[in-house]
């Protein structure tokens, strides 16, 4: 006798359908522009904070992982860094975007007139030792805050910053969402800000979490922090291991 021939196998409860934001031309053409760069792009809609692309390199493929020699050898690549997501998982300094910031702050405290002369040698903050430069050394001469902008002029934001003085400054960037932080050291130990991401799933919100943004104000700050901090460059502790010699280089001796 056959038993249970008109029943049919309990069908898997039909979940809610997940719908991604992600762009997949823009996704691939981030892709395609990074070729072999030790780099990432991403890129947010600012309307809505949607996620419209996230590509890093290099990376490395799950089946090539697998394999426990290779393994090993993509844990002991200290120049390349494959297993590191640089999209999220590395610390950036946010370079001259920050100068937005700086404008702003300007303007809340009408100084957004001031006039500011750039040289080829640079500007060294009172008190330091060292100019704080421009990109190829250019030299811009007179400029005010508009032409600053259109050269994106360091000299000049970096002077701006340092006559707003750091409470100015660290309250402007508090107001666009910045961690402050007294000093450097302890602004490393920030963290991650995982309540970014737009979901209930904390192990989601945890693996996707970027480190905090943060900015430096306390009484200790020198004012070539101060300067180096208001063109986006941070303070010398402030950056990633990857990105901290390089940026230091570029803008300042």
Same mark, same amino acid.
């Given at each position: 006798r056959l038993l249970g021939l008109a029943r049919e196998p309990a069908l898997p409860a039909v979940g809610t359908d997940l719908v991604t934001t992600?762009?997949?031309?823009?996704?691939?053409?981030?892709?395609?522009?990074?070729?072999?760069?030790r780099a990432a792009v991403v890129v947010i809609d600012?309307?809505?904070?949607? @996620?419209?692309?996230?590509?890093?390199?290099p990376g490395v493929a799950p089946l090539y992982a697998e394999v426990i020699s290779t393994w090993r050898d993509l844990m002991s690549d200290e120049q390349e860094k494959p @297993? +590191?997501?640089?999209? $999220? %998982? =590395?610390?950036? @300094?946010? %370079?001259?975007?920050?100068?937005?910031i700086t404008a702003a702050a300007a303007m809340e405290s009408r100084l957004d007139n001031?006039?500011?002369?750039?040289? !080829? =040698?640079?500007?060294?903050?009172?008190?330091g030792g060292r100019p704080i430069r421009d990109d190829r050394e250019e030299a811009h001469g007179q400029v005010d805050l508009t032409e600053a902008f259109v050269h994106s002029c360091n000299q000049y934001f970096a002077q701006l910053g340092v006559e707003l003085d750091r409470l100015r400054m660290g309250g402007a960037a508090e107001r666009f969402g910045l961690l402050l932080f007294p000093n450097a050291a302890r602004s490393l130990r920030a963290?991650?800000?995982?309540?970014?991401?737009?979901t209930g799933n904390r192990a989601i919100a945890s693996l996707l979490a970027p480190f905090g943004s943060t900015f430096v104000s306390g009484q200790e700050l020198t004012k070539y922090d101060l300067g180096l901090?208001? $063109?986006?460059? %941070?303070?010398?502790? !402030?950056?990633?291991?990857? =990105?901290?010699? +390089?940026q230091h280089d570029r803008f300042a001796e």
């Open positions: 992600i762009d997949y031309a823009l996704q691939r053409e981030a892709f395609a522009q990074l070729r072999d760069r600012p309307r809505n904070g949607q @996620l419209l692309a996230l590509a890093r390199r @297993l +590191l997501n640089r999209a $999220i %998982g =590395e610390y950036y @300094l946010p %370079g001259s975007t920050f100068k937005a001031k006039v500011y002369t750039c040289r !080829h =040698e640079g500007w060294t903050p009172p008190g963290g991650r800000q995982d309540r970014l991401w737009n901090e208001s $063109i986006g460059q %941070g303070p010398p502790c !402030h950056r990633s291991s990857a =990105e901290k010699n +390089l």
